[in-house]
């Protein structure tokens, strides 16, 4: 069995940093990539004319008086669940 030299092994640990480094890089690439695209869409969203972000609707009344309570908006999204959803869903 031959000897394995100290230029081999310093030979074999290059190769497996360059693998890893490319790896990483690529990696890195690709997140790097993603956040640029996000960012530049979140950038174009209110510019975009309604496609990436929905218009925004005003309430009626800011007097907390004219609101409906929290109990009876939760009797409405039950009914709305069970009457277009499906009458088999749990409404606590």
Do not use: C
């Not at 480094?21 to 990696?27: D, L, V």
């Not at 990436?52 to 009914?79: C, F, M, Q, R």
């Amino acid at each position: 069995m031959p000897k394995i030299t100290k230029r081999q092994r310093q030979a074999k640990w290059l190769r497996i940093f360059r693998k890893v480094h490319r790896a990483t890089g690529a990696a890195l690439f690709i997140f790097f990539f993603f956040i640029s695209i996000t960012g530049l869409l979140l950038g174009w969203k209110k510019h975009s004319g309604g496609v990436i972000l929905s218009k925004t609707y005003k309430g009626t009344s800011t007097d907390l008086k004219e609101w409906l309570p929290v109990d009876s908006l939760h009797s409405l999204a039950n009914t709305y669940i069970l009457e277009h959803i499906s009458p088999e869903l749990p409404t606590k």
